[in-house]
T-cell receptor
Framework: DTEVTQTPKHLVMGMTNKKSLKCEQH?????MYWYKQKAKKPPELMFV???????INESVPSRFSPECPNSSLLNLHLHALQPEDSALYLC????????????FGQGTRLTVV | KNQVEQSPQSLIILEGKNCTLQ??????????LRWYKQDTGRGPVSLTI?????NTKSNGRYTATLDADTKQSSLHITASQLSDSASYIC??????????FGKGNQVVVIP
């Protein structure tokens, strides 16, 4: 099983809403990642969790709050987003470090209205 | 400077024809290079991952090559199908637990 599962697939939220994106993998990977991708652009790294600890935060605004409840799950909590935050949010996992093969989920298409 | 450069930016090919996509990378030290296929609005799907010692790797109709001396990789698509229409992204680790992404080759296959 090389699957990374993201839910929901699509999300529309208002600027005052609170929502969460979820990501799950059962490959025993110990590194998990959140990326943001705008149309026709490469993914941009947001956060990296390594062994359930936040190891990288790419200066992401605090309206995005990551959480890693256990080694299989990764959440991204959203609050008071702006329309420019609309994008495809990708979760990925790899065995432990980024130089091992990374597997991506199918993404959550987020629209902020 | 982007450490992964891809060309051509986009191309249109007839169904059944072959095409080759190019990737030049300057990430150092080199550990591996990957090709992903990304359909519009979906997550990237891994096609191949190649290490320093591998110079050719196939996955069905996709064949990747790697020249570690010139730091060039190519992805060859054989007998293209309509479902091959996608963005093909070249990716390499660039240290500090981060990946360097190319901007992708946008391929459109027409009947």
């Amino acid at each position: 099983d090389t699957e990374v599962t993201q839910t929901p697939k699509h999300l529309v939220m208002g600027m005052t809403n609170k929502k969460s994106l979820k990501c799950e993998q059962h490959m025993g990977h110990r590194a998990m990642y959140w990326y943001k991708q705008k149309a026709k652009k490469p993914p941009e790294l947001m956060f990296v969790y390594s062994y359930e600890k936040l190891s990288i935060n790419e200066s992401v605004p605090s309206r995005f709050s990551p959480e890693c409840p256990n080694s299989s799950l990764l959440n991204l909590h959203l609050h008071a987003l702006q329309p420019e935050d609309s994008a495809l949010y990708l979760c990925a996992s790899s065995q432990d470090r980024v130089d091992t093969e990374a597997f991506f989920g199918q993404g959550t298409r987020l629209t902020v209205v | 400077k982007n450490q992964v450069e891809q060309s051509p930016q986009s191309l249109i090919i007839l169904e059944g024809k072959n095409c080759t996509l190019q990737c030049n990378y300057t990430v150092s030290p080199f550990s591996n290079l990957r090709w992903y296929k990304q359909d519009t609005g979906r997550g990237p799907v891994s096609l191949t991952i190649m290490t320093f010692s591998e110079n050719t790797k196939s996955n069905g109709r996709y064949t990747a090559t790697l020249d570690a001396d010139t730091k060039q990789s190519s992805l060859h698509i054989t007998a293209s199908q309509l479902s091959d229409s996608a963005s093909y992204i070249c990716v390499g680790p660039r240290g500090n637990n981060r990946l360097a992404f190319g901007k992708g080759n946008q391929v459109v296959v027409i009947p």
